[in-house]
Nanobody, 124 residues
């Protein structure tokens, strides 16, 4: 299995920024489409962003478009989520995920591997 470890979460005031990182084990990171999802208390896990194997394209949920940026560094086996202008509504546990056969980018069921998550809390 591929192991994914997220980091970079924390407490930030509304309007602030955080950068999340997800480091993958193994040597086949470039074979995977990568995604970020989040889950707030009492809510279902939802799609945030995804990026193609070579970083050629990215896709965002409407709720974060223009504020969040996904990127990847295949040499470091790492995917990032740069979050700007954070809002209290962004408070959630953020998970990174990897998948080799992704048809619907926002479908969490199509991703094969998941990290344990990192908490992001945005205060008003």
């Amino acid at each position: 299995q591929v192991q994914l470890v997220e980091s970079g979460g924390g407490l930030v005031q509304a309007g602030g920024s955080l950068r999340l990182s997800c480091v993958a084990s193994g040597r086949t990171f470039s074979s995977y489409t990568m995604g970020w999802f989040r889950q707030a208390p009492g809510k279902e896990r939802e799609f945030v962003a995804s990026m193609s194997r070579n970083g050629g394209w990215s896709y965002y949920a409407d709720s974060v478009k223009g504020r969040f940026t996904i990127s990847r560094d295949n040499a470091k086996n790492t995917v990032y989520l740069q979050m700007k202008n954070l809002k209290p509504e962004d408070t959630a546990v953020y998970y990174c995920a990897a998948g080799q056969t992704i048809v619907t980018l926002s479908s969490l069921r199509e991703y094969d591997y998941w990290g344990q998550g990192t908490q992001v809390t945005v205060s008003s």
